[in-house]
């Protein structure tokens, strides 16, 4: 099993440049969820001046986001932690370590789906970073979440909402789901055979447990659109 440490201290929000999704939604969830930080990677950055928001700060080799909005983010107490461009990690990863550092219960990533389907799985398999931290890190966005299980997860949404459930690691064996319109006990699932797919929330709340493994789940928010 992975090492664990449990973690109190709130969520940090970690804003990528990809699509947010519909709008006002990213405001609502951090008037909502009251994150402990904001952090950018990079030209996210754009999207805190569109929501009319200050991020505590902006991490990475500062290609997308010009020289006059830098300049006025530091005026405004905003720390920039600048990286050369040739360098190995993703904006994202940098931005993703940063918030690591201040030791949060949760990290969500916005902004990390959509456009480029290699930035996408590249953001995914950030979700091992979490796993290895024990901190829980999601990708959101207004469509949906996507979180990595390598044991036990508890997923609270609503009755109705669309649950897929994919193998990361060559074989995942002893899921057990329950709260799910289709329940396994003690089942497997392995990559190439994409059983998961298309499950449904009974009723406000699902368990997922695993004995060995890793899963990707996806939770789509909206209610009764993959029937």
């Known amino acids: 099993m992975a090492w664990r440490v449990m973690k109190t ?57 010009d020289g006059e909005t830098l300049r006025h983010l530091e005026e405004k107490g905003c720390r920039i932690v600048r990286h050369p461009k040739k360098k190995d990690e993703t904006d994202t990863e940098l931005a993703l370590e ?16 959509g456009g480029r389907i290699d930035h996408a799985l590249a953001n995914v398999s950030l979700l091992w970073l979490g796993i290895k931290r024990g901190v829980t890190v999601k990708l959101v966005d207004s469509r949906s979440e996507v979180f990595m299980i390598d044991h036990r ?30 329940p396994l006990k003690n089942g497997e699932m392995e990559l190439g055979r994409p059983l998961g797919m298309s499950n449904r929330l009974l009723q406000n709340r699902g368990t997922v447990e695993i004995v060995s493994g890793a899963l990707i789940a996806i939770r789509y928010l909206k209610q009764d659109v993959f029937v």
């Open 9 to 65: 201290e709130g969520k940090i929000f970690v804003v990528a440049a990809g699509d947010l999704g519909e709008g006002g939604f990213f405001r609502e969830m951090a008037a909502r969820q009251k994150p402990k930080a904001v952090i950018c990677a990079d030209g996210g950055a754009r999207h805190l001046a569109l929501a009319g928001m200050m991020p505590d700060s902006v991490v990475g080799d500062m290609d997308s986001i």
């Open 153 to 182: 997860a508890v997923i609270e949404g609503k009755k109705g909402q669309t649950v897929s459930l994919l193998p990361v690691t060559e074989k995942v064996s002893g899921i057990t789901l329950e709260g799910f319109e289709y």
């Open 98 to 113: 940063e918030a690591f550092r201040l030791n949060p219960a949760e990290v969500w990533i916005w902004g990390a789906m």
